[in-house]
């Protein structure tokens, strides 16, 4: 079974250039996630939806973060415009109905922004 | 607030022998989640296992046992006999108890272990 897709794998960019990241969660899911990794603030949780809609935005860290998931089988993270402390890994992660919160992570965008 | 506190940042074995990674948790809920997650160099998160608070029974799994104790806010992580394989950071998570629809993890910081012939 596939599991959960991200792109771009790994992404350069210049600071103030847009950058988005996309995900597909695993079929079937009900529950998305996008979290941070750091070396300074370890993997924190950025914002996560529902049945598409957003739950809990606290962890975004500003304005130029923003989400959006227009469909039960997509989600994009963008930032506009970037920084190089924007530079981490960005999970997705999704969840199915009854899993008790178990969440299945992708494999990660690698984003550097310099 | 939540919060999980991996305190063993880094733990160096030699191949076969055990080790045991610590886990220590804070939650008001009565009722909640624990999880550990493997990372491997790759960079992927494993899932390796969830825990409800209402079952303090310790699980084994092949060569991995945990040991959830609810008087102390613990739940920690035994490989027995480590490989090299074992190789990775393992982060342990906190989540309210499921009520139909998820909820977030918190995690802690990571134990990194590293594990040598």
């Known amino acids: 079974d596939a599991g959960v897709i991200q792109s771009p794998r790994h992404e350069v960019t210049e600071m103030g250039q847009e950058v988005t990241l996309r995900c597909k969660p695993i079929?079937?899911?009900?529950?998305l996630f996008w979290y941070r990794q750091t070396m300074m603030r370890g993997l924190e949780l950025l914002i996560y939806?529902?049945?598409?809609?957003?739950?809990?935005d606290s962890g975004m860290p500003e304005d130029r973060f923003s989400a959006k998931m227009p469909n039960a089988s997509f989600s994009t993270l963008k930032i506009q415009p970037s920084e190089p402390r924007d530079s981490a890994v960005y999970f997705c992660?999704?969840?199915?109905?009854?899993?008790?919160?178990?969440?299945?992570f992708g494999e990660g965008s690698w984003l550097t922004v310099v | 607030a939540q919060k999980v506190t991996q305190a063993q940042t880094e733990i160096s074995v030699v191949e076969k022998e055990d080790v045991t990674l610590d886990c220590v948790y804070e939650?008001?809920?009565?009722?909640?989640?624990l999880f550990w997650y493997k990372q491997p160099p790759s960079g992927e998160l494993v899932f390796l296992i969830r825990?409800?608070?209402?079952?303090?029974q310790n699980e084994i799994s092949g060569r991995y046992s945990w040991n959830f104790q609810k008087s102390t806010s613990s739940f920690n992580f035994t490989i027995t006999a480590s490989q090299v394989v074992d190789s990775a950071v393992y982060f342990c998570?906190?989540?309210?108890?499921?009520?139909?629809?998820?909820?977030?993890?918190?995690f802690g910081t990571g134990t990194r272990l590293q594990v040598t012939l």
């Open positions: 939806f529902n049945n598409n809609v957003p739950i809990d």
């Open positions: 939650t008001r809920d009565t009722t909640y989640y």
């Open positions: 825990r409800n608070s209402f079952d303090e």
């Open positions: 079929s079937g899911h009900n529950s």
């Open positions: 992660a999704s969840s199915p109905p009854g899993a008790g919160n178990t969440i299945y």
């Open positions: 998570a906190l989540s309210d108890l499921y009520t139909g629809t998820a909820s977030k993890l918190t």
